[in-house]
């Protein structure tokens, strides 16, 4: 028999398994409901990252970017080097949330800022911007549809009326910036909208793409050591950002005359990034790599032609005929990477590079050879299958630097030591003897 309860004792007993659940659970153990203070951290932590990858352009000679503020007058300044600014507004919003629209809060809000700016600066902006992670509202032509309003701003001509729905917006926006239609219509030719910003999640990734690009000494940089530099560049942005450095300003301004001047250019100042500033963040993570330098160094050769001892002694280890082949193709790999070093850093620290990065193999290469050295039968396929193996696990916990070597250079450089006689993949013997 089927037995039905009333609704009534169904709330009733659902009211108190969830009192029960409730009562025996703890809230560091228990996911909240909603937690908005993580969600306005990820917002400001996007913005400082973003303010970061436009920073990278600072680290550019040929950029055009000369100075970016955090938080001055708007989110991101960026002065170009003719003193002209572009102010920028990043705005987040969720995936799955609602397109911005021309009449959101946050749009209108944003555009009253840039028109006090052009009111209160005239001619010191060329553009201004706002950018997102999400997506604006383009699906129809309409005055919901702010990319369209600012194209029918940008077209219309210097003495030119609005119409239709831009005239609508352009109303809005004189009646809540307290500003003359003329100014209004300046601002929104040069205003523009731009969604290409990366999604919340892919921020870090972004910024580590701008540093590599931008920065010198990143070339060679692991991720690990390039979302090192990201973090440090984001603190500096934040720091710039929330004023930390107004902290020190009482005990500046109690030795100076000039207080109020002074006290203007101090948080003006704490808020400027420039290219010394960057430098000077990344060089605490970058800096120079200790570099590994061996007992008896040797200098770096191109492959000889013909009969090889790195041939013969692979041959004395089993590898195959192929294996041998990839391996003079790795070593000419290693000895070229050798070369553009030299071009790059000078003939002094490539050979410093070269000691580095032969000393790790030459210790990897023993302890392979360690760990497959057999009195029966050849052990050489399985001594590079090991030294693979730990050139793996170097690279997973982080080992010595690799000087961004990628596994067939690392293995090029192993097969340039066996024929300087430093590896080898069987038991030592007489090559002068061998075939």
Known sequence: MQITYAPVYSKTIRFYFEEWMMSSQSPDTVAPQGDAGAETAQRYFYQYSYTAVLACALMDTDSDVAEIYCEHHDDILAKRRDNKIHAIQVKTRQLGSELWKSGDKEMIDTLVRFAKLEHDFPDRFWRYTIATNHQFFEVRENGSNLPYLLRLAFELAVDGVPAGCLATFVQKLVKAAECDQPLVLGMLKKANCDHRPPKLDDIL??????????????????????????????????????????????????????????????????????????????KTVFGTPELLSPANPSVPRALPAGETRLRKKLDAGGLSAMTVDVARDCYSAAFKQQREWAAKYGEKKAIERYHHISTIMRAEAAQAYEETVSDVGLFGREMLRVLRERLRLRRQSGGAELLGCVDEHLLGYAYMLTDDCKVWWSKAFDLSKAS
């Not at 902290?247 to 030795?255: D, F, G, T």
């Open 205 to 282: 990734n972004e910024l580590c793409d701008a540093l590599r690009l931008s920065c010198a000494d990143s070339a060679d940089a692991s991720y690990g050591t390039l979302a090192a530099a990201a973090d440090a560049l984001t603190a500096e942005v934040a720091r710039a950002s929330s004023l930390r450095h107004s902290q020190s300003i009482p005990l500046y301004l109690s030795l100076r005359w000039d207080a109020a001047d002074a006290e203007t250019k101090l948080l003006i100042g704490g808020k400027r990034l420039t290219r010394e500033r960057i430098q000077a963040v990344l």
